[in-house]
């Protein structure tokens, strides 16, 4: 099994986008390819990473995508680290996408399946990111020890790290794609109840949320 982490900020938005109504995900390999399918499906709404874009009907924020009205509707969702980590892992027997948001569904769903050991893919920074590892060692845990790992030691790591202050600087120096509230929404731990499970279908790689 491959859990695939993106905290900052693919599968927070991700999260988000199922709470507000999508049905599924749709993971595109590259912005070409992701207008591709807005292109046959029109409508597919689709969101990259960074500034606004011809095409592109949101960009990758928690904040700016949790007042979209998404109901019953397929997103398209393509970003520099998530979606590519989750791609490079697609032929795993199982792949969950998880951010601090999903993390206790996520840890519950694989002490459900117990199938065997969990690679953990940190997509930052080239693997390196510290909100990333944070939340693969506190998904790791709950899973070891269950709902009493408390999870602030591992939120204040994401708080500091050098995605959250990228963020953070690119607020204060107006970047669009960027919302006040990103961080923050980022690491609200816990707040959905349903783990994201992705999937090849007909030749896409799809994530659905499985209430756990």
């Not at 990473?49 to 998404?70: E, M, Q």
């Not at 795993?92 to 002490?111: D, I, K, M, N």
């Not at 708080?159 to 669009?176: M, P, V």
Request: glycine share 8%; proline share 4%.
């Amino acid at each position: 099994m491959a859990v695939v982490i993106d905290v900052m900020r693919a599968f927070t938005v991700a999260a988000w986008a199922f709470a507000r109504g999508a049905e599924r995900i749709v993971l595109a390999a590259s912005e070409h390819g992701a207008l591709e399918l807005k292109e046959e499906h029109p409508g597919w709404p689709a969101l990259k990473d960074g500034a606004p874009a011809a095409g592109f009907d949101a960009v990758n924020s928690p904040g700016l995508i949790r007042s979209a009205d998404l109901a019953g509707r397929t997103v398209v969702q393509k970003t520099t680290a998530g979606t590519v980590g989750a791609l490079a892992v697609a032929n795993a027997p199982l792949v969950l996408c998880a951010s601090f948001v999903v993390a206790g569904a996520t840890a519950r769903f694989l002490r459900a399946e117990g199938a065997g050991p969990v690679t953990f893919v940190v997509t930052g920074e080239d693997g390196r990111a510290d909100e990333d590892l944070a939340c693969a060692e506190y998904i790791g845990r709950r899973v070891a020890v269950g709902d009493e790992e408390t999870a602030a030691p591992y939120l204040r790591r994401a708080r500091d790290s050098r995605a959250a202050a990228d963020l953070a600087e690119g607020l204060r120096l107006g970047y669009q794609g960027v919302h006040p509230d990103d961080v923050e929404l980022c690491l609200e731990y816990d707040r959905f109840t349903f783990a994201m499970v992705a999937r090849n279908e007909k030749s896409m790689m799809v994530l659905r949320p499985v209430e756990v």
